[in-house]
């Protein structure tokens, strides 16, 4: 079986023909080429981009992100080699063994929202995470390069929709294109929470929030926005997808 594999991301398809559209950063079928069969299809370097978490699989990590754009220093080397674990092996972590043993912290994944001037925009999100319970509270870290970050600074306000495991194609929909240049909503089924801000119909569970304007932090590439849950509820029974779960997902499409 002839084996294809993308020029733009590094992605490897086994069948008769390329894909229409790469399932990993959505480049058409002209940038699909066929594997050399002394080629390793599973290439020995990974690389991360630290702006959007994207995977790059080759000896060098790509020119410019196919995800977010982010340039090729954006990228870190993730050294996923096996170690028992032993004085020597501790002694000899470095920078890409401590990038892949942080690489192998799971969490889930989900759509956040705002709202600002009457136009909605959300987008795919890994980082967030609840602070307390009493108050509910929960932070999300978004990076400062994205619409989302625009809105909820204009908004001071958000929804979270809680992903199950049969929706990855809205993580791809919300992560891997921009809503400068598309409407994310377009669709999309959805209603407007308390706060005005959409939640996704189908999704398993949702949050509404209010952002502490005193509790936002700079964190470099990214901001913190700290917020007070307003209202929320669960919508299905359905396991939550976890980015986990997602990639193994996209190694078998």
């Known amino acids: 079986?002839?084996?294809?594999?993308?020029?733009?991301?590094g992605y490897v398809r086994e069948g008769p023909y390329p894909p229409d559209v790469c399932p990993v950063c959505g480049a058409?079928?002209?940038?699909?080429?066929?594997?050399?069969?002394?080629?390793k299809a599973d290439s020995p370097k990974r690389w991360k981009c630290t702006v959007c978490d994207y995977i790059h699989s080759g000896e060098e990590p790509p020119d410019i992100c196919p995800v977010c754009g982010a340039g090729k220093?954006?990228?870190?080397?993730?050294?996923?080699?096996?170690?028992?674990?032993?004085?020597?092996?501790?002694?000899?972590?470095?920078?890409?063994?401590?990038?892949?043993?942080?690489?192998a912290v799971t969490y889930g994944l989900y759509i956040v929202s705002s709202v600002m001037d009457g136009k909605f925009n959300a987008q795919t999100a890994n980082s967030v995470f609840q602070l307390t319970s009493v108050p509910p509270q929960i932070a999300?870290?978004?990076?400062?390069?994205?619409?989302?970050?625009?809105?909820?600074?204009?908004?001071?306000?958000?929804?979270?929709?809680i992903l199950s495991q049969d929706q990855s194609d809205m993580v791809r929909k919300f992560g891997y294109q921009s809503g400068r240049n598309v409407d994310k909503f377009a669709d999309v089924k959805y209603i407007l929470g308390k706060n005005g801000c959409p939640i996704l119909v189908d999704c398993l569970g949702y949050l509404e929030a209010e952002i502490l304007p005193?509790?936002?932090?700079?964190?470099?590439?990214?901001?913190?926005?700290?917020?007070?849950?307003?209202s929320g509820r669960i919508v299905a029974v359905r396991k939550a997808l976890t980015y986990g779960f997602y990639r193994e997902s996209k190694k078998l499409s």
């Not at 079986?1 to 991301?9: A, D, E, G, S």
């Not at 993730?78 to 470095?94: N, Q």
């Open 1 to 9: 079986m002839t084996k294809w594999v993308c020029k733009v991301c």
């Open 28 to 39: 058409g079928s002209e940038a699909f080429s066929v594997l050399e069969p002394s080629a």
């Open 73 to 103: 220093d954006k990228f870190i080397l993730l050294v996923d080699e096996i170690r028992e674990l032993t004085p020597e092996a501790v002694a000899e972590a470095e920078d890409g063994t401590i990038n892949s043993a942080l690489d």
């Open 140 to 161: 999300i870290c978004i990076n400062k390069r994205n619409l989302t970050h625009e809105y909820l600074t204009a908004s001071n306000r958000f929804c979270i929709s």
């Open 214 to 230: 005193d509790k936002i932090v700079d964190v470099g590439t990214h901001t913190m926005f700290v917020a007070k849950i307003t």
